[in-house]
């Protein structure tokens, strides 16, 4: 397996895992660092996730659940979606393209929530 971190901030790191999948798909590793988020964004195909470790507040639409590690599921096409770490957690991500990443969509109200809780955390430090 080939990882390639392609991104590292104060909310943590993403890893690409190159050429696993067809079709031009990403197979992505999140690491959230406790109290900071990632999303808000919707994508124009399903997305499938998995936490691999930690626990997450995970949000989908107007849908709200507590995930931890061995928890999975789908994330529908057009859905706003987001992962608020609870505890330093790793999520995985697969089933769009990068093409698709670079051309998602923010919803407005999810990305507010998203990047207030990372600006608050930002903050702490």
């Known amino acids: 397996m080939n990882l390639e971190k392609i991104h590292e901030d104060a909310r943590g ?3 690409l895992v190159k050429d696993l999948l067809s079709e031009n798909k990403e197979y992505t590793f999140m690491g959230i660092n406790k109290g900071y988020a990632r999303g808000g964004c919707l994508h124009s195909n399903d997305e499938y996730f998995v936490v691999i470790n930690g626990k997450v507040r995970y949000i989908c639409g107007e ?3 507590i995930l931890s590690a061995g928890n999975s599921g789908l994330i529908p096409a057009n ?3 987001a992962f608020i770490a609870l ?3 790793i999520v995985s991500e697969w089933g ?5 990443k670079v051309m998602d969509k923010k919803d ?4 507010w929530l998203v ?3 990372n600006e608050f955390m930002n903050k702490k430090k």
């Open 96 to 100: 769009i393209t990068s093409e698709e």
């Open 108 to 111: 407005p109200k999810l990305r």
């Open 63 to 65: 849908e709200e659940h």
């Open 13 to 15: 790191s993403i890893y």
């Open 115 to 117: 990047d207030s809780l």
């Open 87 to 89: 505890e330093d957690s």
């Open 79 to 81: 859905k706003a979606h």
